[in-house]
């Protein structure tokens, strides 16, 4: 994600849970780690940011108070793409004993072209 205020209070709203739940701006604007310090006109407008990415949803929005849900790509993102990290873990754990081997039997034929 390319604005780091945005995915700050992304990560922020990954521990809330499932569903809509309702939020105040000041409050995610004070748990922000230093290096993404906002007010809450700041949290307000990245979290305008994240509903037209198609990271949460906003039902609705009163003042700094804000009804949001995650939505399926701000939960991967939230968890930091662990899931696409796993499956290319697999994928490489998966291909590494058949590179071995192929390696190995060209080694043998190699030898045995030389022997013979």
């Known amino acids: 994600m390319q604005n780091r205020l945005a995915a700050a209070v992304l990560r922020q709203l990954g521990g809330q849970g499932e569903g809509y739940f309702v939020l105040d701006a000041a409050e995610i604007a004070k748990a922000l780690p230093e290096r993404c310090k906002a007010d ?4 307000g407008a990245a979290l305008l940011f994240l ?3 198609g990271y949460i949803s906003l039902r609705y929005s009163s003042g700094d108070t804000y009804c949001a849900a995650l939505l399926p790509k701000g939960r991967a993102e939230a968890c930091g793409g662990a899931r696409v990290r796993r499956r290319g873990m697999r994928l490489r754990a998966a291909l590494l004993p058949f590179a071995g081997a192929f390696a190995g039997g060209a080694l043998a034929a190699l030898f045995a072209a030389l022997l013979f």
Do not use: Q
């Open 51 to 53: 509903e037209e990415n």
């Open 40 to 43: 809450a006109g700041g949290v």
